[in-house]
C-alpha cells in the first residue's frame, strides 16, 4: 500500500517508517526520531526510538515544550527524575513498564543491560525533537566558570575538564542495584507524591473476541496527567473496530506483526495504509479509523494519546444508541437489520 494518498486529495501520510530513518549514534547508544518536520500527519506528537548500552546514559536534560512518556521494548534501564518541590525518584524499570515526566522535570535515563535496553518515547508536542532539548552538559559548557562555581560552592578551576559540547548520550558503568526502588539515598527528599512509573504490561488485559487490550490512562497512572497509553494485541483475521476519539490524537507503533489502518477524513477523503514492525500510524483528533490484521501472526501495537482521559466513540455503540427508525431512515437500511448490528464491539473477528 503507498504511503500518501493516490486519489488526489492530498491527504498526508497516516504511516512513518521510523525504524528506516538514519539514526544519530554515539558510543553510548543511538535514536532516531520524527516530528511534524518529517512527519506532517503527526501535527501533536513527536516519536522517538531510542536505545543505550548497558551503562549507556541519556544524560540529565528537561523539556521546555513537551512532557515524555515512555514505553520500554527490550531489556532494563534506570530513570531518575527531579521535582521542583525538592523530590527525587529513581526507578529500576523492565520491559513493558513505562514512565511519565511531566513538562519541564530535570531527568535521566540508564541503560541497566543484559543487552541494549531500547525504549520509545512520544511527546505530546509535535514540533518536538530530540535534539532540541535543555542537556546538563550544553548548559555548563555555555556558563563561566565563575558563574558555576558561586552556584556550586566550589573553585572556578573545577570546571576546566568538561565536556565543551553537548554529550546528549555518554557511555558508562552499569549502576549498582537500587536498594529502595523509587528512593535516591543520597537526595534530600525521597518518597515522590505520585511515582512517575507504571508497570502496563503485567496488568490483566482485557480479553476481546479478536484480541486483548491493555489501557493506561491518568485513572490507572495519576502522574500521568496529558497522556494515555495503550497496548494492544489484534489476532490473525481480526479488526480493531469502526472509531474516533474526540479528545486526543492516537500515534501507533507496531511492535509485531501486520497491519492495514484506513483512516476516513470527511469530504470523501480516507487513506489506507500498510504498517509492520517499527512502522508508526497516526491518526488525528475526531478522525473515524480502523485497524485490521493483515497478517497470519498476531499484531502487538503501542498506542499513545495525548490526553490523559482515555475516550472513545465507536461506530457499533453510536448507530446502536440512536432509535432504529433514525439510522434505518439515514443508512436506507430495514430497520430488521440495524436491530442486528453489533452494539458493543472493540476488537472484533474478521
Not at 552499569?174 to 512509573?197: C, D, M, N, Y
Not at 482515555?310 to 440512536?322: E, F, Q
Request: aromatic share 10%.
Amino acid at each position: 500500500m503507498a504511503d500518501a494518498a493516490s486519489d488526489g486529495s492530498g491527504l498526508p501520510s497516516f504511516r512513518f517508517p521510523l525504524a528506516a530513518q538514519p539514526a544519530r549514534v554515539t558510543a553510548g547508544g543511538g535514536a532516531r526520531g520524527h516530528s511534524v518536520a518529517n512527519f506532517p500527519a503527526g501535527k501533536n506528537i513527536a516519536g522517538v526510538s531510542m536505545w543505550l548500552n548497558p551503562g549507556g546514559l541519556r544524560e540529565l536534560h528537561w523539556h521546555p515544550n513537551a512532557a515524555e512518556w515512555g514505553y520500554v521494548l527490550t531489556n532494563r534501564c534506570r530513570i531518575t527524575l527531579f521535582d521542583p518541590d525538592g523530590t527525587y525518584e529513581a526507578w529500576d524499570l523492565d520491559a513493558g513498564d513505562v514512565w511519565y515526566f511531566p513538562r519541564g522535570y530535570g531527568h535521566a535515563v540508564q541503560g541497566l543491560g543484559p543487552g541494549d535496553c531500547q525504549f520509545l518515547l512520544l511527546f505530546d508536542n509535535g514540533a518536538f525533537q530530540e535534539d532540541a532539548t535543555f542537556s546538563i552538559t550544553d548548559w555548563l559548557a555555555r556558563t563561566s566558570g565563575e558563574a558555576l562555581a558561586k552556584t556550586l560552592g566550589v573553585s572556578a578551576g573545577t570546571f576546566d575538564g568538561i565536556p565543551k559540547a553537548e554529550a546528549w548520550i555518554v557511555k558508562g558503568e552499569v549502576p549498582k542495584p537500587l536498594l529502595v526502588q523509587g528512593e535516591i539515598p543520597s537526595a534530600p527528599q525521597k518518597t515522590p507524591r505520585l511515582p512517575h512509573i507504571f508497570h502496563l504490561k503485567a496488568q490483566e488485559p482485557v480479553l476481546h473476541s479478536g484480541g486483548t487490550v491493555r489501557i493506561v490512562s491518568v485513572k490507572e497512572f495519576p502522574a500521568s496527567t496529558t497522556m494515555t497509553g495503550a497496548l494492544m494485541t489484534i489476532d490473525p483475521g481480526a479488526l480493531r473496530a469502526l472509531h474516533w476519539h474526540p479528545n486526543a490524537d492516537e500515534w501507533q507503533y507496531y511492535i509485531a506483526g501486520r497491519a492495514r489502518m484506513t483512516v476516513f477524513c470527511a469530504k470523501g477523503r480516507s487513506e489506507t495504509v500498510a504498517l509492520g514492525p517499527g512502522d508508526v500510524g497516526y491518526v488525528p483528533q475526531g478522525y473515524g479509523h480502523c485497524i485490521e490484521n493483515a497478517g497470519g501472526d498476531p499484531c502487538e501495537i503501542l498506542i499513545g494519546f495525548n490526553s490523559g482521559e482515555y475516550m472513545d466513540s465507536g461506530l457499533a455503540r453510536w448507530m446502536a444508541g440512536n432509535p432504529p427508525q433514525l439510522v434505518a431512515t439515514n443508512v436506507g437500511l430495514p430497520e430488521d437489520v440495524i436491530m442486528r448490528f453489533r452494539r458493543h464491539a472493540v476488537l472484533v473477528k474478521g
